[in-house]
């Protein structure tokens, strides 16, 4: 089993639709990131999170909000979806004295 | 404003064949180094980091990377190419230690890496 799992891991949506994409991880690790990945981009966070009670904001997260609703569990949701957040989307999770981060398989979204 | 740089969109190389993959960057102060790779559909996978000590690292898989503080360069190597080492490649960097340190990576754009037979 997957240490980090995100669901869905396709989705399709129309433009204006709400969308929760999920994050779960079996790692124990405290710090938990959402990054979406866009070809010729990179990868570019959205949000991260220290633990429950701190979430922050990263570069893109205009459009997007998250909820840290336990240690394991990290939750992006797109309030109106539009079709350039078409992209993939990654969960991470990293220990707070650790350096590397651990990726999710990712979410595909699709906005039409 | 922190960055990394991956000038390559896509690298070519035959099987057997020495590989080179390059990554500058531009940070304050010495940060943390990385390299991943992504294969179709599947998620990042940790290859190797540089903190401290040798500038020559080994990762996973047989790949290694070079770092070289002067030109703000880790450039990911391998001697001898696979055709399964044909993925995307990112580079990553990350400021290193402090109290308000975030832990978040700076990703480069990625590198294409195609090994033929």
């Known amino acids: 089993d997957a240490d980090v799992t995100q669901t869905p891991r396709n989705r399709i949506t129309k433009t204006g639709k709400r969308i929760m994409l999920e994050c779960s991880q079996t790692?124990?690790?405290?710090?938990m990131y959402w990054y979406r990945q866009d070809p010729g981009l990179g990868l570019r966070l959205i949000y991260y999170?220290?633990?429950?009670?701190?979430?922050n904001k990263g570069e893109i997260s205009d459009g997007y909000s998250v909820s840290r609703q336990a240690q394991a569990k990290f939750s992006l949701s797109l309030e109106s979806a539009i079709p350039n957040q078409t992209a993939l989307y990654f969960c991470?999770?990293?220990?707070?004295?650790?350096?590397?981060?651990?990726f999710g398989e990712g979410s595909r979204l699709t906005v039409l | 404003a922190q960055s990394v740089a991956q000038p390559e969109d896509q690298v070519n190389v035959a099987e057997g064949n020495p590989l080179t993959v390059k990554c500058t960057y531009s940070?304050?102060?010495?940060?943390?180094l990385f390299w991943y790779v992504q294969y179709p559909n599947r998620g990042l996978q940790f290859l190797l980091k540089?903190?401290?000590?040798?500038?020559l690292v080994k990762g996973s898989y047989g790949f290694e990377a070079e770092f070289n503080k002067s030109q703000t360069s880790f450039h990911l190597k391998k001697p001898s190419a696979l055709v399964s080492d044909s993925a995307l490649y990112f580079c990553?960097?990350?400021?290193?230690?402090?109290?308000?340190?975030?832990?978040?990576?700076?990703f480069g754009q990625g590198t294409t890496l195609q090994v033929k037979p």
């Open positions: 940070v304050s102060g010495n940060p943390y």
């Open positions: 790692k124990g690790h405290d710090r």
């Open positions: 540089y903190i401290t000590g040798d500038n």
């Open positions: 991470a999770t990293s220990h707070s004295g650790g350096r590397e981060l651990f």
């Open positions: 999170s220290f633990d429950v009670k701190d979430i």
């Open positions: 990553a960097v990350r400021e290193r230690g402090g109290f308000s340190n975030t832990g978040k990576l700076i």
